[in-house]
């Protein structure tokens, strides 16, 4: 069974870091298409942070753009969101998607558990 776990939430005030992580695990081979970062702030739909290509291009949504920056290192198949200079409407639960093919199934979207943030004033 396909996992993906984040991992690297926490409560940081106004202006500080935070970087998430999160891996894919389940099964020995794994082609791990394109990736994303979501959130859902408080009491609203979940959104699109920024997401990455297979071959590492990327894209952000306007709201995070010059603050923060996903990679993926695709040998330890996990993906990164370095937040930097963090607001009070960043805070949210953050979630990890990707795009995944195994075992001769067709490709399937995954999403992780999510991981809380909370940036204080």
């Known amino acids: 069974q396909v996992q993906l776990v984040e991992s690297g939430g926490g409560v940081v005030q106004a202006g500080g870091s935070l970087r998430l992580s999160c891996v894919a695990s389940?099964?020995?081979?794994?082609?791990?298409?394109?990736m994303a970062w979501y959130r859902q702030p408080p009491g609203k739909q979940r959104e699109l942070v920024a997401l990455?290509?297979?071959?590492?291009?990327?894209n952000y949504s306007d709201l995070v753009k010059g603050r923060f920056t996903i990679s993926r290192d695709n040998r330890r198949r996990t993906m990164y969101l370095q937040m930097d200079n963090l607001i009070p409407d960043d805070t949210g639960v953050y979630y990890c998607?990707?795009?995944?093919?195994?075992?001769?199934?067709?490709?399937?979207?995954?999403w992780g558990q999510g991981t809380q943030v909370t940036v204080s004033p």
């Open positions: 998607r990707a795009e995944i093919r195994h075992d001769g199934y067709p490709q399937t979207t995954y």
């Open positions: 990455i290509t297979k071959g590492s291009i990327t």
């Open positions: 389940g099964r020995r081979m794994m082609d791990i298409d394109t």
